[in-house]
């Protein structure tokens, strides 16, 4: 069976600082990989996704970028963090014209 | 660009009821749409997913239609239950655009 792993699952940096978060998926090739970003109070922002090894697209212009290194490998990266960048950021994957997954999340509070 | 709307925000029912939770999106050239539940602080589990082709799809309790042209889909609950208790959330493709959700407190 498929599954998608996502870490790590709380982070609190400072202002300025790089950010990496990693999510993985299992059981599957050619996977579609989505970011996406929750604020507080707010919906699911899609910010970046892949359809293959090396190919992202942006929803969003904003302070971060994605990589796909490896096919089911789907970083998010920023050089340097701002405090509007805090949120609830989830990794997804599917298949096309299946059912999209989600990870656990990962909390990031920056100060 | 596809905007998603979930009316109401936040919904309390008693145990038992049925429900139907709504879904409007502006584009009406969608491929699928599909229903997610959210425990506070956990990830999105998807519920059901229809296909462009498809007018409707049922799992247990649960049966979530869809009417492209009106640009709307509707999440049906039987017999609510208080497990029942999470945000709802709709998105369509492409890109799965979704909604803010409605939060559905079910009340023992």
């Known amino acids: 069976s498929q599954t998608i792993h996502q870490w790590p699952a709380t982070l609190v940096q400072p202002v300025g600082s790089p950010l990496s978060l990693e999510c993985t998926v299992e059981g599957t090739s050619n996977p579609n990989l989505y970011w996406y970003r929750q604020a507080a109070g707010r919906g699911l922002q899609l910010l970046f996704y892949s359809v293959g090894i090396g190919q992202i697209s942006s929803e969003v212009p904003q302070n971060l970028s994605a990589s796909r290194p490896q096919d089911r490998q789907f970083i998010l990266s920023s050089k340097k963090l701002l405090l509007s960048d805090s949120g609830f950021y989830l990794c997804a994957w599917r298949r096309v014209d299946s059912p999209l997954h989600f990870g656990n999340g990962t909390r990031l509070t920056v100060t | ?108």
């Open chain 2, 1 to 108: 660009k596809q905007e998603v709307t979930q009316i109401p925000a936040a919904l309390s029912v008693p145990e038992g009821e049925n429900l139907v939770l709504n879904c409007s999106f502006t584009d009406s050239a969608i491929y699928n749409l599909q229903w997610f539940r959210q425990d506070p602080g956990k990830g999105l589990t998807s519920l059901l997913l229809i296909q462009s082709s498809q007018r409707e799809q049922t799992s247990g309790r649960l049966n979530a239609s869809l009417d492209k042209s009106s640009g709307r889909s509707t999440l049906y609950i039987a017999a609510s239950q208080p497990g029942d208790s999470a945000t709802y959330l709709c998105a369509v493709e492409r890109y799965l655009f979704f909604g803010t959700g409605t939060r559905l407190t079910v009340i023992p």
